[in-house]
């Protein structure tokens, strides 16, 4: 049984940074997609970045690229999303969620994702 648990949201004004973590636990997971979503009140879910937990390879939305990274660390079994550049739009609950996948290009789909988190709450101030 796999287990992602979020952490790092908060509150923070428009500008600042914050840094999400996912913790895996449960199994091994190389050759397995680890992503982030979000979603707003109101809104569907999101794609906002993966990355390949064995290679590295990583994939993220255009509406985050350049201020959004998307790291691993494989020994602690974590995986990272350093947002900088926050904005109000920004503002929604983000989970993690984790899957094998056969196309690479599957993974921006949240219907792709096996597990999944609960959430960390992120709210941008203007």
């Known amino acids: 049984q796999v287990q992602l648990v979020e952490s790092g949201g908060g509150l923070v004004q428009a500008g600042g940074s914050l840094r999400l973590s996912c913790a895996a636990s449960?199994?091994?997971?190389?050759?397995?997609?680890i992503g982030w979503f979000r979603q707003a009140p109101g809104k569907d879910r999101e794609f906002v970045a993966a990355?390949?937990?064995?290679?590295?390879?990583?994939n993220d939305a255009d509406s985050v690229r350049g201020r959004f990274t998307i790291s691993r660390d494989n020994a602690k079994k974590r995986v990272y999303l350093l947002m900088k550049s926050l904005q109000p739009e920004d503002t929604a609950v983000y989970y993690c969620?984790?899957?094998?996948?056969?196309?690479?290009?599957?993974?921006?789909?949240?219907?792709?994702?096996?597990?999944w988190g609960q959430g960390t709450q992120v709210t941008v101030s203007s």
């Open positions: 969620a984790a899957a094998r996948f056969q196309n690479w290009s599957g993974v921006r789909s949240a219907s792709g994702y096996d597990y």
């Open positions: 990355i390949n937990w064995s290679g590295g390879g990583t």
């Open positions: 449960g199994r091994t997971f190389s050759g397995y997609v």
